[in-house]
């Protein structure tokens, strides 16, 4: 059983990276991949051997939670997570404002003791309650021997503020009986609370903003519906709706699942309604639809109403299978994410080993007049360190790009099509039902004594399409089953120069074949099933989804609209996509390995008085998450 459970509690990549691990241990999994912008995991499991419930506690036992309740929705889940997220956001700008100006002696609360000591009271309960969730899982975590963000935020606060504490009682007597000046840094302690609960809220909406295009699709799926019992209609939840039922349908409703129409009217006709069907196959001109005729779930009738008998309900729609498909294919990995998940999982204990390092080599160097310096050198270390941006670089993007592709009417089945899509530099197409639309109104005992334009007509911009494709540098081959004459009129029209006639399936496979030989990556764009084996051959397959089901299976990609220039749009998403994976991935690297070291005080070493203070450490750990996500939702705008 494949399965897609969403999960509460990831932070970064890391947290990703442990639940994967954790799963992938278990008995009776087959595969798994996390998503952190998704906020999810792709199970592949054996129900005979694990269930959903020990997934459950597995993950629970490392600070996460696997929501698998019937009654308990992902979405108000996260939506509650958001509400006490922005709650505890909110009261530590407060709490860090207040200690702050304490701090600066911008407001006066007594002596520098008793200013001191409302300062731990503030960032106690700052603390407690607005960081609990970092100090909870990094707990859990220690106990399972993993670490993520949470550690370094509990480390970096927690020591922090245990030495103000201790400076806040013993600092007179400890560091200035020896002349050493003292200070206490509940700011620096509150303000990474502050800072790092303020990068996940701007991260949570700019992650939600990558999964518009589910919850657009999502969005197509009516919640009630009408339902003709004893001759009465009657309106009924979704869920209620059995196969065999029979329901109405009126102009402006939304159709809530796939069936047949049993009886159809309209003022234009009276035995037909007219029905958009626009945001399932992009297609324009509303269908006209007859008794006997399909209807698909989330499509409207624009004219007249229906009645049809539900065939296909639930997860079972067409509309269901294309979300299942667009989240799993979001949910997918680069072959690059691969390493970077393996790199987060060292990342943590190599970020605490030179945070260890930097104290250690502070307090060698100048003693016990430099351990205030060291300490906060550490935890500046700590704090700076971003795993989250390594994490979220490559799932963002590809969510983002997967969605609009979705939006254009393109389905890609997983990471690894959208990424070869941008190599393609070969394509080799079908003809008829692919590149040219057959008429069924003509007598096709009588078709080669008619002109080719009324056997087929070549399907709108489709000569764009082809043109659009090799002025990028891409080969086109035509192949056709047709008499030589036919093939070459329509290859013509196409402006296609590459063509074949009189082929067989086996002639369309050995062209493909002959293709990748030369060093081509090659796509195949058909419909039929004598062309599923040239698809399970390219590199890329492409499949029209008014085609057979045995292509669309067999394809990495699926076009759900005639449009075939959603293939060149296609071509350029998966070049943007990867050239912005590319985009975040550098800034991500390049962040960590630029401000680590300024954080550690390395400067100092060229007579150079700066240094990355934990507060704005704290900022910038914030700004490099969110300014990732930010980066990847580009892509939504892109023609």
Known sequence: ????????????????????????GLKGIQSVAVSLPGRSAQIDYDPAVISLEKMKQEVNNAGYDLVIESGRSADEVSRREFILLRRKTILSWLSSALIMAISMRWLVVGSRDMGNQVSLLLSLFTLLYCGRVFYQTAFRQLI???????????????????????????????????????????????MIITFVLTGRLLEDKAKDATAASIRQLMGLQPKTARILQDGAIVEVPISTIERGDVLEVRAGDKIPVDGEVVAAESFMKADAAYVDESMITGEPTPAEKKIGDDVLAGTIPSQGKLRMRARQIGEDTALAHIIQMVQEAQGSKAPVQRIVDQAALI???????????????????????????????????LVIACPCAMGLATPTALMVGIGKAAQEKVLIKDATALERLRKVDAMVIDKTGTLTIPNQDIDFTKADDLPLEARESLKPNAAEAMQSLQNSGVEVYMMSGDKEEAARYWAQKAGIEHYKSKVLPQDKEDLVRTLQQRGKTVAMVGDGINDTQALALADVSIAIGRGTDVAMDVAQVTLMSDDLRCIPKAIRLSQRTVKMIGQNLFWA????????????????LFAIDFQITPMWAGMLMAFSSVSVVLNSLRLRYVA
């Open 1 to 24: 059983m494949k399965k897609t459970v969403p999960i509460v509690g990831m932070a970064c990549a890391a947290c990703a990276a442990n639940v994967e691990k954790r799963l992938k």
């Open 144 to 190: 399972h021997r993993m670490a993520s963000m949470d550690t370094l935020v509990a480390l970096s606060t927690g020591i922090s503020f245990l030495f103000s504490v201790f400076n806040t009682f013993w600092g007179d007597s400890v560091w200035g009986s020896r002349g050493i000046e003292w200070h206490t840094y509940y700011d620096a302690s509150v």
């Open 347 to 381: 990342f943590v204990p190599i970020v605490a080993l030179i945070s260890l390092a930097t104290f250690l080599l502070w307090w060698i160097i100048g003693g016990n007049t430099a351990l205030p310096q060291a300490i906060l050198s550490a935890v500046a270390v």
């Open 589 to 604: 690297f390049i962040y960590n390995i630029v401000c680590i070291p300024l954080a550690a005080g390395a400067l100092h």
